[in-house]
């Protein structure tokens, strides 16, 4: 039993559900986020000073580096 053209386009598919969505925000599956405690301002302080440390090692090393590479010949 073969089809003809006009047979083939004509047959029934049924439609695509589509995706639910959720009704209420609570639906979605996510937890709402929890503040974070607020931290002691000496402690800010601390790690403010370990960064900006890291970042003056950072800078020391970088400019070995540029020294290194001015100081080689060209290939």
Same mark, same amino acid.
């Given at each position: +039993? #073969? !089809? #003809? ?7 029934? @598919?049924?439609? %695509?559900? /589509?995706?639910? @969505?959720?009704? @209420?925000?609570? =639906? #979605?599956?996510?937890? #709402?986020?929890?503040? +974070?405690? &607020? ?7 601390? &790690?403010?000073?370990? %960064?900006?440390? @890291?970042?003056?090692?950072? =800078?020391? !090393? /970088?400019?070995?580096?540029?020294? +290194? /590479? +001015?100081?080689?010949?060209? %290939?």
């Amino acid at each position: +039993m #073969s !089809r #003809s053209k006009g047979e083939e386009k004509a047959a029934y @598919r049924p439609p %695509v559900p /589509l995706p639910r @969505r959720p009704e @209420r925000p609570e =639906e #979605s599956g996510w937890p #709402s986020p929890t503040p +974070m405690p &607020a931290p002691a301002t000496e402690d800010l302080g601390r &790690a403010m000073k370990q %960064v900006l440390d @890291r970042l003056e090692a950072i =800078e020391k !090393r /970088l400019e070995n580096i540029e020294k +290194m /590479l +001015m100081t080689r010949q060209p %290939v």
